[in-house]
């Protein structure tokens, strides 16, 4: 159980470090025009709502009603920025399990710079990680699940090219202004009890009450939990 907590546990450990220099991210003749053009019109309607370009960003996606949350730090929490309907999702509720299954994850995921992919074949994409060190607790297997453009999906949560156009750019700015990585946080639905009443019979009742506790936990500090695995549980820390 100590290695599920420390394969996760890194990433977020470095969350805490403070860093002064712009972080490796790869990049594209393609990521570079989309950024140059899209870059000026996000950084004027941020500065509108006081919420400055390059900072911190923060996702969450909910798939039944298919929006990815995208977030910004302002000061010592995070702001809605703005909301995207995800154009295209496969599979179930319910987390992915094995490769070729066709279904989304669901879970607590980080992203850092080496994951971001600017030569995609779906226009910008980028890495979940999938599978953590939780899907691996359970044996998951799968590989190069991703949020991409091209609405199109086989298991990854496709986007509009505009719209994911606008996310990798916000991304991309946070990354190279510092951000280690940025966390993504995939829940089935909006974590209500009301809603957790309707699938009470789920064989994924258990599991989506240990997501709701990170859910919980943001709506409270409005900052992304510090998520480990221990003994094949999410444990959350405030950061």
């Not at 995800?86 to 319910?94: D, F, K, M, R, V």
């Not at 949020?147 to 916000?170: F, K, P, R």
Request: glycine fraction near 6%.
């Amino acid at each position: 159980m100590r290695r599920q907590l420390v394969m996760m546990g890194v990433l977020f450990f470095v969350a805490r470090l403070s860093c002064c220099w712009a972080l490796e991210v790869p990049s594209s003749l393609q990521a570079r025009q989309v950024i140059a053009r899209v870059a000026p019109r996000l950084a004027r309607t941020l500065r509108a709502r006081g919420l400055p370009y390059g900072a911190p960003i923060f996702l969450r996606i909910f798939k039944a009603s298919k929006e990815l949350e995208l977030w910004v730090q302002a000061r010592q929490q995070f702001r809605l920025f703005r909301i995207y309907p995800i154009c295209a999702i496969t599979g179930e509720l319910g987390p992915k399990e094995e490769e070729g299954d066709l279904q989304s994850p669901e879970g607590f995921y980080v992203v850092t710079p080496e994951q971001m992919n600017p030569d995609s074949h779906y226009h910008l994409a980028f890495d979940l990680g999938y599978p953590n060190a939780y899907d691996q607790a359970y044996g998951r297997t799968g590989s190069a699940l991703m949020i991409h453009g091209n609405c199109v999906s086989a298991g990854c949560y496709a986007m509009t090219d505009a719209d994911m156009e606008a996310i990798y750019t916000l991304a991309d700015a946070a990354l190279r202004n510092g951000q280690p990585f940025f966390a993504v946080h995939i829940f089935p639905f909006r974590m209500s009890q009301k809603h957790l009443r309707r699938v009470q019979h789920s064989r994924w009742l258990p599991f989506w009450c240990n997501l709701k506790e990170g859910h919980d936990l943001f709506a409270t500090t409005r900052r992304p939990s510090l998520v480990m695995v221990r003994e094949q549980r999410y444990v959350f820390t405030q950061p």
